[in-house]
């Protein structure tokens, strides 16, 4: 019991506000003044099935999912029936005592049973069944002994373009529910939060949101993008503030037209970007090489979920690490990040697009259902936002610093290429850093030819095959000044550890939470976590130390890459491919970590 | 290892043809009717007193796709397929740019066909020339969407099995507001469909009948005796009356203006509008202030 | 000067006619006994250009590409100019004198010149300049001191449908440049090839025809396919062959149909193809995920050529082998195969279908322009077809034979799913193999049930996620057999040597051939080469050895790979990405191969 | 782990309505009209006395894609969009399965859009039905190729603005020989569609109203104001008449047999009666010496 940490899970089926819910309340919480983390489970379906969504609450909380929980509210008695086993016996179930089919299965010493006759009380007291949920989300207040005020605010925002009268009825609806909660005291007590202080501006935000977000600060101003689970949100949120943050966003026919747009627009001055997951993401593929070839900066965010084909199209999995890093036919530069949580994926688009645009080559951001739906409260501090743009501003006039890069190559060629309106100008000009001068279509005289054959500095399709080795050189020759910085692992209590835990993308908190736990066991586990993917930088790898991948795939992606780029050898890897995020529990009780620490499963005792 | 690009305009300001030569050596066959899009295509845009660099040319694969490479102008020369993808965010970062696409039977019906349905429905401002020979050129002789039934090929060696796709008629149910075809026979009437088509306010779309004198399996004059203009008092704004005329071949092939009506508001301008924006490299990202206002309604 | 093994290259423009003199030449010296290996050079156009055929022949030659030539006939004066540096000093130059723009470059100690005035003769003495081609074969054969009538028979072949004149005329023309040539007796002499004595059928085919005809001997009756430089030549192989063969071919509107009608076929029980290049790859990789989820067995071709992107449509590389193995959103089991040349590619064709069957996945077969366009004399052995063909049949009933591997596992599971008709049916029934039950809807009243998402047993969808869990690792787990089963790669001249070239695919008698002169000039080198890459079987590599991989790519996509399997250290590559096959000069020349050797530049003498 | 697909046949030949219930539980939304659709279906079943073992379903993903699961027989349930590509190669493969591609708007219009162009061009012997609820159902309503101008979506928030697809005309371009439009608001008229459809010896293909009353914008009052069904005097055999009326939408919207043309060859048969081959996996390979024979060619 631990009330700076509190796990709350709600659960329903697809079409009964289980979403509203939970949001209401963690949004609620994260207003409060509280540290949120939300994420959720839910099947490929419009109506019915059994979903959660789940809370974790405190002070000070890793922003990692974990596997029981001290609140339980189902919303009807399939997904209670499912989700029950995850309630820790010391919690509390929150139960509309009235519904048909559901059995007490609390018993002393088990968890506390409080009951709120949600719909009753909404009929009954309301007129109108709907406020049942705003009854259930007052009663999960009342337990956590949250100030009401709170709730009702959100409340007024969520409801308020609904009119006065409704949003009076969800306010009397959580009254209710809070009443009637903190009236059956003993259980009610079990888990109040402590009170705290807000400090500083606080969003409780999702990955998806803020990747797009990070975007538009970025200066991404074209988005094409056909839907699919996990990465719609983006467009989405691209489109709802398109007027606004000056995004013009598109839905393609598909994802072909989708990538080869956004490198249209890009060609032509934009800055563009795409979303999508796996089956999509291959489609892309082609149009990945054809931005390598023409140097086109482009960003693709690719929302794994778990293959392969359609797969479990609505659940995580990191399953796409060495296809997205060997994405697209023939050789040529591209850089994969991976951010960890949503706050960094906020930083990581404004540096995809920093490196494209640098670069001139297409940047993927991979991320992962539980990545792109998770929300969790980030306390954003506006100078790092500031810094991220300047960083982004920078290559802003991708062109002139080109230009600037080619002319510290040949001097004669710098001179043409650079010089002003009328001159001539070769797209492609052999540069020594490989990076040739960018110009926009329509921007001056110069004429902007680019080509998807094998060409020559001027973009004209070639046949000569010394000039073809030339070219591949220049391309990959990118690689090179790319790979100085891009970021080495964060490197987490690696001092002195005998083993050190590797992970990358999304699995961080998770990741650094099950060190922690290891550590509070005694043991010396350190971690390294890789949101910079590829090119790999020179790194040194510690003597002496046993490395285990941590991954959400079967396949132990990262583990293979690791050893084909650093020849790392490697003692094992801890793999998750169930559809469900790593969580420090899964990652301290598997058994490849009770081997590693060879304590026979001293550590298997619950989160 | 480079074609140069340089400028030949005079010191006027006058465009002449010489403003679209430049020094690539073509890589048609000689004689092929390519030259003819070509060269109608250089004369439309004198025409248009269009300069090179306010040009953009955008192309797939193929031997029509090359053909960017033999106009001096701005192009993407894309993939195999795609040019009116890329060409559709060509016009949403610039709009100021006379885009125009020269694409295959192949390119634009075969691999690329999802786009040409969608890209109708768009409604982006560019032009669509299809360089239609009836066969894949460049890979050597493959049956393409608009082969007809029964010709034989280098891989259909008993003949094509599959009804002929009828391309001007399925831009006419798409929603195109001008819809031509033309003929590399006659190259006047080709130039001046080719400025008709840009000047339209919206997306049009001329399919140019380009017989490949090498794979083709039908001959210059096998055309020649079925081609005729559309007469003058065809009216090109009767939609039903188009679509028969659109699928018109065999014994007569009509070419001239078959579709023409007033143009929808086209892609991304409500968008421009609606922000003020023009052309997106101008585009500055939003304010620290307006990315803050985004952020806090996630207090 | 090496009678046993001479070059010959052709040159000209595309549609002069220089693969008809090429082909004629060549066939006719396979026919007459000798060993032939042609290889191509040419643009992407149909006309005009410079093209060039080359032909390594002799009693006993590596069948490898070679970098300079004994004998050179330009069809043409641009050609003549581009290829004519690549003529041995002591090689014979075979001109029309009258060409304009010609110079002579022959001096004393240079080559040899052979004037033949092909079209002076062909308009003189047959009245038309078509037949000028012929002269030219004439004269090349009279050079190589060849028996005419054999080369008479290939022109009646090649020409018989065009008459009995166009025959004659043909032959005449021939006799006219072999006269002429052979009276220049001093420079004739040079290269007359040895007499040789015909042994045996010997057959005179290109990789693309040997695969393909490969495949059709194992059964594969269904090709769906969009033409793509390389692979084009298959499904023209098979179209030409589509009655006597059995197999009905099909030209899709794009990749996306071509892979996904082979996948339905192959469900509806026929043996699927298909052939792509890198491009056509790009947007295949969806449905290879697709037959990987559904364990659908198919066989999907991969005829490389120089990317990224459209790149070098017509020239070869081998820069996709990453892509490749790594194709596909999420993860599932697959094989990557890769014929060393045309005999080979007969088999692993086969090969490539009995493992699809066997374990119900995709297999991809790599191939590159090389390969696929080059022709050598192969002395096919009926046996060894029959061998083939019988590994392929034990595959044929798939059905039956799954259902006996899974009789292995599960007793109950087999006995159902083994059963007769109308018994229950599983597709996906979990077995100790991972290999379930295949039937083919309609065979019987037992359902065949397949699905894109992630499934239960009988193939409908599931979110039940521990299923998922055992779903993933019984598809996994044929990765296991399978592995098994893979062969290591073939080790040539290992013994006790301290440097070892690691090579894979088209390249293996180019690097055979330059271990052979890297031996003969006292250097103990010796090579591994990979046909068979995916999966990787267990392998120990020798200790104290310096590996370089050799590869047709700039990135060292080997290295890579058996860095990231066998954690294998790595002294270095040997790269080619130009768009030209390797041989053995280009390996034996390399800087890195000089200092590998530590001798500074010893070998740097040409072939 | 395991949805029985255990045979429900009584011991009589005759097919009923119960041959086609599984037990597989239904995802879509209590209401939806896709269960329209599925009834009608059944009952075309049922009426032709068709085993479930002799059909096969194919579908892609989507919302109208997740049919197979509901019914008991063969299905392969593939990609997104590619539906229309697998029933080709099944075709192909076994010409005497019954062969029915369930497939939504999203998925064959829009991802699977050059598929449905050239499928029925290649005219394999198929049913094609087009649950078209004009919207994208399971990815939470974005417009699809169909949604009407002017209509707000979850991402087109501010209203749709290409213009609509027009499929059944599209398939009449294309040469399809059956084409019709059904009603989910009429189960017995959609099975007897569904009926004619399966008869009919070539592609046959329905366009089938699916209001989606979680995402649609269009509610089933909308539809049931505006349909009619085709008079009986209405000939399906004039092709123009059918562009026509294939292209009436809005004001009032046609249903019925479209059009219909006796049916061409279907893809596959003229190799079939060539080569003498039936079921391919009943197709020996070739025999060595035939393989020998063509080796010899190369000697
Ligand atoms: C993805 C992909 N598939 C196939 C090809 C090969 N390819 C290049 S051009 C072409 C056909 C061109 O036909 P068309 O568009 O009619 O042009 P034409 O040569 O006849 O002018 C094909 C199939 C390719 N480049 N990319
Ligand atoms: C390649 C790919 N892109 C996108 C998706 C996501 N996706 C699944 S269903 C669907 C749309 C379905 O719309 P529709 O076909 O109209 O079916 P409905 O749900 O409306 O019945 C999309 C975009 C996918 N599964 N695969
Ligand atoms: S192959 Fe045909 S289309 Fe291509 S350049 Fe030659 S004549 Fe023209
Ligand atoms: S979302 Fe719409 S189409 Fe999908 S099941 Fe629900 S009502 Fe039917
Ligand atoms: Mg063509
Ligand atoms: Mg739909």
């Known amino acids: 019991m631990n009330k700076n940490d509190i796990g709350i899970i709600i659960s329903g089926a697809a079409g009964q506000g289980l979403q509203t819910v939970g949001y209401v309340l963690a949004k609620a919480l994260s207003r409060s003044g509280y540290e949120v983390f939300a994420w959720q489970e839910y099947e490929s379906r419009i109506r019915g099935g059994s979903n959660s ?119 009397a609806a959580a009254k209710a529910g809070y009443d009637l909660a903190t009236a059956q005291t003993s259980a009610a007590q079990r888990w109040q939060l402590p009170s705290t202080s807000t400090s500083g501006a606080k969003y409780f935000i999702s990955g998806n949101e803020t990747l797009a977000l990070g975007a538009a600060a970025a200066g991404c101003n074209f988005m094409s993008a056909y839907p699919m689970t996990p990465s719609t949100g983006i467009i989405t949120f691209l489109s709802a503030y398109s007027r606004k943050l000056g995004v013009l966003t598109e839905q393609a026919e598909d994802e072909i037209a989708a990538i080869n747009m956004a490198i249209g627009a890009s060609y032509a001055g934009a800055r563009a970007m795409t979303a999508t997951s796996g089956g999509g993401f291959c489609l892309m593929t082609e149009g990945v090489s054809l931005a390598g070839m023409t140097e086109t900066p482009m960003v693709i965010v690719l929302g794994q979920r778990p293959g392969p084909a359609t797969g479990l199209p609505t659940r995580t999995e990191q399953g ?161 000044a790319l790979r100085q910085e891009i970021a080495p692992p964060e490197a987490h209590l690696v001092e002195d550890v005998k083993i050190v835990l590797l992970s990358w993308g999304s699995s961080r908190s998770a990741v650094f939470e099950a060190v922690a736990r290891l550590r509070a066991a005694g043991h010396k586990v350190g971690a390294l976590h890789f949101t910079e993917l590829w090119p790999l930088p020179d790194y040194t790898f510690a003597e002496g130390v046993r490395y285990y991948t941590v991954e959400s795939n079967a396949g132990g992606q990262l583990a293979r890459l690791l050893r084909g780029e650093y020849a790392l050898r490697l003692a094992g890897s801890i793999c998750r491919y169930d559809g469900l995020p790593l969580t420090s529990s899964y990652i301290v009780q598997s058994p490849v970590m009770t081997a590693a620490l060879g304590n026979g499963g001293g550590m298997r005792h619950a989160q | 290892m480079r074609n140069n690009n340089n400028n030949n305009n005079k010191n006027d300001n006058v465009v002449t043809l010489q403003d679209y030569n430049n020094k690539v050596e073509n890589q048609w066959c000689p004689g092929c009717y390519n030259f003819a899009i070509l060269t109608a295509l250089k004369r439309a845009l004198v025409e248009l007193q269009k300069k090179p660099e306010e040009i953009c040319l955008v192309s797939g694969i193929g031997q029509a796709a090359k053909t960017p490479q033999y106009l001096r102008c701005n192009y993407f020369n894309g993939l195999h397929g795609r040019a009116l993808s890329v060409a559709t965010g060509v016009c949403a970062a610039n709009p100021h740019l006379t885009t125009i696409v020269t694409t295959g039977d192949g390119d634009c019906y075969g691999e690329g066909g999802n786009h040409f349905l969608h890209t109708i429905r768009r409604n982006p401002k560019f032009t669509l020339i299809v360089h239609n020979n009836q066969i894949y050129g460049l890979t050597k002789g493959q049956a393409s969407p608009t082969t007809d039934k029964g010709d034989r090929t280098r891989l259909q060696m008993s003949g094509v099995e599959n009804y002929p796709l009828r391309p001007l008629a399925l831009a006419i149910i798409q929603g195109c507001t001008f819809v031509a075809r033309g003929f590399t026979g006659d190259i006047p009437h080709l130039a001046k469909l080719f400025v008709e088509a840009i000047k339209h306010p919206a997306f049009s779309y001329i399919d140019v009948i380009q017989p490949c004198i090498i794979w083709g399996t039908r001959s210059m004059n096998w055309y020649k005796e079925r081609v005729y203009q559309l007469p003058a008092d065809f009216d090109p704004s009767d939609k039903q009356a188009a679509l028969a005329k659109a699928m018109e071949w065999e014994d007569k092939i009509p070419v001239g203006i078959i579709y023409k009506a007033p143009a929808d508001p086209v892609f991304a301008d409500r968008f421009r509008s609606e922000v003020g924006a023009d052309k997106l490299y101008e585009a500055p990202p939003p304010d620290r202030s307006v990315i803050r206002e985004v952020l806090n309604s996630y207090c």
Chains 1, 3 share one sequence.
């Open chain 1, 53 to 171: 969504y789940m809370i974790r609450v405190g002070e000070k909380i890793a922003a990692a999912p974990i596997e029981r929980f001290s609140i339980f509210l189902p919303l009807d008695a399939k997904s209670r029936a499912k989700y029950l086993p995850l309630l820790e016996d010391d919690g509390v179930l929150i139960e509309e005592r009235e519904a048909a089919g559901r059995e007490r299965e609390a018993t002393e010493g088990g968890p506390a049973v409080v009951t709120v006759p949600f719909q009753q009380i909404a009929e009954q007291q309301l007129g109108n069944k709907l406020y049942a949920n705003t009854v259930a989300v007052g009663a999960l207040a009342g337990i956590l002994g949250m100030d009401l005020a709170v709730v009702n605010d959100i409340l007024t925002e969520e409801f308020g373009r609904k009119g006065a009268e409704v949003t009076a009825a969800n306010i």
């Open chain 1, 320 to 480: 796409d690490l060495l296809f997205a890093i060997n994405a697209g036919h023939g050789e040529f530069p591209k850089a994969v990040l991976a951010p960890a949580d949503a706050r960094d994926a906020f930083y990581k688009a404004a540096r995809a697009f920093t490196l494209a645009e640098k670069y001139q080559i297409p940047v993927i951001v991979m991320t992962d259902q539980y990545l792109a739906d998770a929300y969790s409260t980030i306390d954003l501090d506006p100078d790092l936002l500031l810094q991220a743009a300047a960083g982004a501003a920078q290559a802003v006039d991708g062109a002139a610093q080109a230009v600037e890069v080619a002319g510290g190559g040949d001097d004669q060629l710098a001179g043409n290429a650079g010089a002003g309106d009328g001159a001539e100008y070769y797209r492609y000009a052999l540069t020594d850093s490989g990076i040739s001068p960018r110009r926009f279509p329509g921007q001056g005289p110069q004429l902007v030819c680019c080509d998807s054959d094998e060409h020559d500095e001027s973009g004209h399709i070639t046949e000569d095959l010394q000039l073809r080795q030339k070219m591949v050189e220049k391309r990959m020759h990118k690689l090179e």
